[in-house]
């Protein structure tokens, strides 16, 4: 097994026998406390139930072969590349991820990480991954404003493009965000 990336709360390992990811979750205490409480669900089994709710929305994710509370396993997709290196080049991708998004507006899944780098092409199908930090807002407040804040301010400079067909898509007026966005706040 091959450490590829740590992050403040997760490693991640590839498990070259298995043609695996292994993540494995180690919280703040605060956090734990809140997955005891059942006031958030605990990351492995999120990734497992958000899997579930984007297969059912089309949305391709990894397979899955272990979740648990702290640790997750996951088959390689064999990528082609990160929809970040392709998707300025290719209307049908654009069109891809702005679906997704549109999806996930739409049945109210809130994630601060939508940006192009959690995203694999795969046969020019998009692949949704890193999915443990999406929240189910079915039955919770969902801060529109806040899911289009936080979209823009992970957008790419070649990417920013992106913003207002989406708005288009949603049916929102053009200045729906104006003076709210990170962009605004940099003039």
């Given at each position: 097994?091959?450490?590829?990336?740590?992050?403040?709360?997760?490693?991640?390992?590839?498990?070259?026998?298995?043609?695996?990811?292994?993540?494995?979750?180690?919280?703040?205490?605060?956090?734990?406390?809140?997955?005891?409480?059942?006031?958030?669900?605990?990351?492995?089994?999120?990734?497992?139930?958000?899997?579930?709710r984007l297969g059912r929305l089309g949305v391709v994710t990894p397979e899955i072969t272990e979740a648990k509370p702290y640790r997750l396993v996951t088959r390689d997709?064999?990528?082609?590349?990160?929809?970040?290196?392709?998707?300025?080049?290719?209307?049908?991708?654009?069109?891809?991820?702005?679906?997704?998004?549109?999806?996930?507006?739409?049945?109210?899944?809130?994630?601060?990480?939508?940006?192009?780098?959690?995203?694999?092409?795969?046969?020019?199908?998009?692949?949704?991954?890193?999915?443990?930090?999406?929240?189910?807002?079915?039955?919770?407040p969902f801060n529109r404003k806040e899911f289009l804040y936080c979209w823009e301010s992970v957008l790419g400079k070649?990417?920013?493009?992106?913003?207002?067909?989406?708005?288009?898509?949603?049916?929102?007026?053009?200045?729906?965000?104006?003076?709210?966005?990170?962009?605004?706040?940099?003039?």
């Amino acid at each position: 097994m091959k450490l590829i990336q740590t992050g403040k709360y997760s490693r991640v390992y590839y498990d070259a026998a298995s043609e695996s990811f292994i993540k494995e979750f180690s919280p703040k205490f605060e956090d734990k406390l809140r997955y005891l409480l059942r006031f958030k669900p605990y990351p492995g089994m999120n990734f497992a139930h958000i899997a579930q709710r984007l297969g059912r929305l089309g949305v391709v994710t990894p397979e899955i072969t272990e979740a648990k509370p702290y640790r997750l396993v996951t088959r390689d997709v064999h990528a082609d590349a990160p929809l970040c290196d392709e998707i300025a080049d290719s209307a049908t991708l654009q069109q891809q991820y702005l679906d997704v998004l549109e999806l996930c507006w739409r049945n109210r899944l809130f994630c601060r990480g939508l940006h192009t780098r959690n995203f694999l092409v795969k046969g020019g199908q998009l692949v949704a991954i890193d999915l443990d930090a999406y929240k189910d807002c079915r039955w919770l407040p969902f801060n529109r404003k806040e899911f289009l804040y936080c979209w823009e301010s992970v957008l790419g400079k070649n990417e920013k493009f992106l913003f207002p067909q989406l708005l288009i898509r949603l049916g929102l007026p053009a200045d729906f965000m104006h003076g709210q966005l990170k962009a605004d706040k940099r003039h």
